[in-house]
């Protein structure tokens, strides 16, 4: 099938190529002209694990192409609309600006019959106000909502092996026309057996922040029970291995630590608030705003257990932190719960060298007055304080006798319980972590 795919930031791009993968034809659009050239180099403007070598593979064949213009996807019989929704600087709802603009930008490049598929996360309601915008514009237009469930750092692999397909649809034949379209798009993952599931629109909008929501509600659920722990001197992973055992619950997703953060599960779950206080239903999820609430905690927390091992004296402590991205495998500094603990000890006078595998440049633009290492064992040197705040794996598998040998002081704070207690304080280290004696 010849397919478009509007805007190419981390959703977009990703789809772009993984669509070209399975076989289509696909032009992507975006208005970022070093972007698109980064792109049509086979190099991708963000670190996301497989995707350079993908987007080689695809630019290769040449299944894929990259355009600064809009008309260029004229030819396409599905359009895919992955701009983002970031929250709105006045507020907690979701800035729908880049929706609104590309949907209506889009309209005059449809081919007759074309299909326009929303990817965004956008609040409930959204799709039918677009579906009735582009009935009154074009009226043998379909709309169809396809929400994506992107893990960053598994983003290639849960757009090519997703563990199911969503489909918002209208009823009777529109809807018919709308399933048997993206049917064709995902021809290859249906025949794999991947579930489908074909829903009305606000179903298929409230799909992924519901999802979310209830991902940051068990995230936040743990760490409320690391406070706990702190409280009465419990353990909270001990705590979470004997709950996880019970099949309702589940081990994932219940390690205790610094919390969450990045440009999807904050947004979403206060956009979510908004949306449904707008709709009346405010009292439905308050709930989330103490999900909230807990997670903020966790990093106002940690720089108090910081200045608690230095005993007190902050001002110009050598402070190393490992971790600026929000999650290991990404680049990502949006809503990085490691990168604002470290500007938080920075702002107490403590001297805050950052070490992370990909995030630095990022960091540097958001946090331009912490001390950056790329170097891990130079990073090191004279600390004072040692802070493991993002889980990348070459922190998990540091050497507790080595990294002795480059501090001042053996002090670590495990922000996200990823490292060995016992062969840290083993090897001489006071170890402290969240929710843990």
Not at 220 to 226: K, L
Not at 353 to 359: K, L, N, S
Request: aromatic share 6%; hydrophobic share 50%; glycine share 10%.
């Amino acid at each position: 099938m010849q397919i478009s795919v509007i805007g190419l930031g981390y959703l977009g791009a990703v789809h772009a190529a993984s669509m070209a993968k399975l076989g289509h034809d696909v032009v992507g659009v975006d208005v970022d002209a070093d972007r698109v050239d980064a792109l049509a180099a086979g190099k991708a403007p963000f670190f996301e694990p497989g995707l350079d070598e993908l987007l080689t593979e695809v630019t290769g064949t040449g299944r894929l192409t990259v355009s600064t213009d809009l008309a260029d996807v004229a030819a396409a019989q599905v359009h895919f609309v992955c701009v983002g929704t970031p929250q709105r600087t006045d507020g907690q709802a979701a800035d729908l600006t880049a929706v609104d603009a590309a949907f209506s930008d889009l309209v005059e490049h449809l081919a007759h019959g074309a299909v326009v598929v929303g990817k965004s996360t956008v609040p409930v309601g959204t799709a039918q106000r677009l579906a009735d915008q582009m009935a009154a514009a074009r009226p043998d237009a379909l709309l169809a909502w396809n929400p994506e469930f992107l893990r960053e750092g598994f983003a290639v692999q849960d757009t090519l092996r997703p563990d199911r397909l969503v489909y918002g649809v209208a009823d009777g034949a529109a809807g018919e026309r709308a399933t048997a379209a993206l049917d064709g798009v995902y021809a290859a993952l249906l025949a794999d057996g991947v579930p489908r599931i074909v829903a009305d629109y606000p179903t298929a909008e409230l799909v992924k922040v519901a999802a979310n929501s209830f991902l940051a509600t068990k995230i936040s659920f743990i760490n409320a029970m690391a406070e706990l722990c702190e409280a009465a001197g419990g353990d909270v992973a001990r705590l979470a291995d004997a709950i996880g055992y019970d099949a309702r619950i589940g081990r994932r997703f219940l390690n205790a630590g610094l919390g969450f953060g990045g440009g999807c599960l904050p947004k979403d779950i206060r956009a979510f608030r908004a949306r449904a206080e707008e709709l009346g239903a405010g009292d439905a999820v308050a709930f989330l705003g103490e999900v909230d609430a807990i997670n903020t905690r966790r990093r106002a927390r940690m720089v108090d257990l910081a200045v608690e091992v230095l005993g007190g004296m902050v001002e110009s402590a050598e402070v190393t932190v490992l971790g600026a991205a929000f999650k290991p495998d990404s680049d990502d500094v949006r809503d990085s719960p490691a990168l604002d603990v470290a500007a938080r000890l920075a702002e107490l006078g403590a001297v805050v060298t950052v070490h992370d595998p990909q995030a630095i440049d990022n960091a540097r633009a958001k946090q331009p007055h912490l001390h950056y290492e790329r170097d891990l064992e130079a990073a090191l040197a004279g600390a004072d304080a040692l802070l493991v705040l993002t889980e990348w794996e070459q922190y998990r598998e540091l050497d507790p006798e080595r990294a002795g040998t480059l501090v001042a002081q053996r002090t670590v704070l495990d922000g996200r319980n990823a490292l060995s207690r016992s062969a840290w304080t083993a090897a001489g280290w006071q170890y402290r972590a969240l929710g843990r004696r």
